[in-house]
């Protein structure tokens, strides 16, 4: 028995491989292409898309983004509100205490 021959395979050459397009991911992308404009760089995902669904509603700190790109506060982006306050609230218990790790809107 013969085995059937299998289709000729696209292929693409890339001078870096980013695998993930989670935070670190497209960081990593970002910043290569701001220092090396010249490369070309690919990120792969496994997931059908990459969108922020792992953290809806999540209270970040910009500075991340202040260093990456310093001009997306004057582009249209998702990010609206500036965080005034924040609470950690445990499920079941009344009492709140200043934290800067969880953070929870009512």
């Known amino acids: ?3 059937p021959e299998l289709p000729a395979r696209e292929a693409m050459e890339f001078d870096t491989v980013i ?3 989670g935070p ?3 960081a990593a992308a970002i910043r290569l292409k701001q220092v ?3 490369r070309t760089v690919v990120v792969v995902e496994k997931a059908p898309r990459s ?3 792992s953290c809806p509603g999540a209270v970040i700190d910009p500075i991340g983004l202040d260093r990456l790109i310093p001009e997306w506060r004057g582009e249209d982006t ?3 509100t500036a965080v005034s306050a924040d ?3 445990r499920s079941g218990h ?4 200043g934290c800067r790790i969880f953070c929870c809107r009512r």
């Open 51 to 53: 969108a922020p669904i």
């Open 1 to 3: 028995m013969t085995t």
């Open 19 to 21: 695998v993930g397009a």
């Open 78 to 80: 998702p990010i609206k």
């Open 87 to 89: 609470h950690f609230m």
């Open 36 to 38: 090396a404009p010249e």
């Open 94 to 97: 009344p009492a709140r205490c």
């Open 24 to 26: 670190a991911g497209l």
